[in-house]
């Protein structure tokens, strides 16, 4: 099978990754070095622990450092579960089931191996989900399955946010293929900032230091109490920004079953330094680690007014969560 001179059409891209339940495919070629403006403003912003995002910036700027010979990426969206769990204590809902990170890369690589397949050649590749130096929003972007929303995130007309962005770098010559949703339709609504508690939200982009997401899964330390006591019961991400979003209402189910999952708390705070491993097997809240995982978890409860049941987080002793205890003002028993 050929694609001719304009390279391997859209519509057999379409039908190799939509097989993998990837939706809002797109193709781009590669766009040369991109303004690194916005990355910039998040530097001076503040990004806290996350420093090597600076040593990347390079190979953020120009996708094509990322993959010698790159000749086409293939842009994709995967929906996630889109309702609350159950719990007042709150996650983030891509965490809901496995860890995404692996999950999509997986498709993307089942949907590039389909196109090899039917045209009995290799391609060298790279898939990343939110695992490789791009700068994901800009070329999602560019891509049209999308536009930059006041949340800072990819906001689609027909899905809303609740989606996880793959890239699929290859050498293989495909048709550009653009999407058509770019046009912003935030309009006067500033929902998404005035929702945010500790004010992250700011001419559409995060500050980084003040984000829950951020707070929970980045950050190594003491969580300063001005923001811990504003978490609202979230203990990994935090999804308030979408939840207020109107064109969220449009959001469908998760592709894949695998996405979906609920924790309760009885359950959560029941996980112990033997348990944490095996309760969180394959799910992408296992990387925080033990420790911050209470940490969290101290944080999510003392926002919501429950410090009588933080003493047993306190009574493991560990570093960590009495350190975050003391800066909560929480009583520390002998």
């Known amino acids: 099978m050929s694609g001719g001179a304009g390279g391997i059409a859209f519509a057999e891209v379409r039908r190799c990754f939509g097989a993998q339940g990837l939706e809002a495919l797109a193709v781009l070629a590669p766009p040369g070095p991109l303004d690194d403006a916005r990355f910039a403003q998040m530097l001076a912003d503040g990004i806290g622990d996350l420093a090597w995002l600076e040593r990347t910036r390079d190979l953020r700027r120009d996708p094509a450092r990322v993959l010698p010979g790159l000749r086409s990426i293939v842009v994709t969206a995967l929906p996630y579960q889109p309702e609350a769990g159950s719990g007042a204590l709150r ?10 990170h692996r ?9 590039h191996r389909a196109l090899e397949v039917a045209h009995t050649t290799r391609w060298e590749h790279r898939a990343a989900a939110d695992s490789a130096p791009l700068d994901e929003r800009t070329l999602a972007h560019r891509a049209g399955i999308g ?17 996880l962005l793959g890239f699929l770098l290859t050498t293989a010559p495909l048709a550009p293929h653009h999407a058509g ?7 006067r ?3 998404c900032e005035t929702r945010c508690p500790t004010r992250a939200l700011v001419g559409r982009r995060v500050l980084t230091e003040r984000c829950i997401s951020y707070l929970t899964i980045e950050h190594q330390g003491v969580i300063p109490r001005v923001l811990a006591e504003r978490f609202e019961g979230w203990w990994f991400g935090c999804d308030l920004c979408q939840e207020v979003c109107p064109w969220n209402r449009f959001a469908g189910p998760a592709a894949d079953p695998r996405l979906t999952g609920s924790d309760a708390d009885a359950a959560l705070l029941a996980v112990g330094p033997l348990e944490f491993d095996a309760h969180f097997a394959g799910r992408a809240v296992r990387r925080i680690g033990y420790e911050r995982f209470r940490r969290n978890l101290l944080c999510a409860l003392a926002s919501l007014g429950r410090r009588d049941e933080c003493a047993a987080l306190q009574a ?5 969560v009495l350190a975050q205890a003391r800066e909560l003002g929480l009583t520390i028993s002998s």
């Not at 536009?147 to 989606?163: D, Q």
């Not at 493991?316 to 960590?320: F, K, Y």
């Open 91 to 100: 996650r983030a809902r891509y965490a809901a089931g496995k860890d995404y």
């Open 103 to 111: 999950l999509l890369r997986m498709k993307l690589e089942l949907g």
């Open 147 to 163: 536009w930059l929303g006041r949340n800072a995130l990819v906001i689609a007309p027909e899905t809303g946010t609740y989606r």
């Open 181 to 187: 949703q770019d046009a912003d339709r935030c309009g």
């Open 189 to 191: 609504c500033h929902a």
């Open 316 to 320: 493991e002793g560990l570093p960590l």
